[in-house]
């Protein structure tokens, strides 16, 4: 692992965002909690949350942290036959929560896969990367969205903090 040690502790907000792709049947059973597992998208937004809390456990290494707030928010899109994914994940600390932003959507997206794969195996997940991140020494980065669709509406099925 890289060490940290003499970095100072800033405010550290990773911002990260993905989709899964589902047929409109599949996404009218989600809307309806009429999937047999129960209800997706808060299963999908626990198991995000859960993820980020044990990024240093997957991810070889991976630091472990101390996070002070995950989000995740999962949407069904009215343009796209698609479930939008945002994770937002903050600490103060020495290294950055890219990393757990990443898995929380990535494991919010499999949840999705997971629940649904009995009424629709043509599901497709994509498009999983990082919006923004801020603090430390690298600063900050924001990915330029002229070319991709880089919103989530507010409007969300799912919002919580923990």
């Known amino acids: 692992m890289v060490n940290v040690g003499g970095k100072d502790e800033t405010l550290r907000i990773a911002i990260a965002r993905g989709h899964i792709t ?11 909690q009429g999937m047999k597992k129960g209800d997706v998208l ?3 937004r626990l198991a995000g949350i859960m993820a980020a809390k044990r990024t240093g456990e997957l991810i070889p290494l991976c630091h472990p942290l101390a996070l002070t ?10 343009d796209v036959p698609q479930i939008e994914i945002e994770a937002e994940v903050q ?6 929560v890219e ?3 990443l898995t929380a959507v990535s494991v919010a997206a499999l949840t999705v896969y997971d629940m649904c794969k009995a009424v629709d195996r043509e599901m497709v997940i994509g498009d999983v990367r990082l919006v923004k991140k801020t603090g430390g020494k690298s600063g900050s980065f924001t990915r330029d969205t002229k070319d991709t669709k ?4 507010k409007d969300t099925v ?3 903090n923990t």
């Not at 409109?24 to 989600?30: C, F, G, V, Y």
């Not at 600490?91 to 950055?96: L, P, Q, Y």
């Not at 880089?150 to 509406?153: A, E, G």
């Open 91 to 96: 600490t103060v600390g020495r290294t950055g």
């Open 69 to 78: 707030s995950i989000r995740v928010e999962l949407v069904i899109a009215d």
């Open 22 to 32: 589902a047929r409109p049947e599949t996404l009218r059973l989600i809307a309806e």
């Open 158 to 160: 799912s919002n919580s």
């Open 99 to 101: 990393m757990e932003a």
């Open 42 to 44: 808060e299963v999908a």
């Open 150 to 153: 880089d919103t989530i509406s």
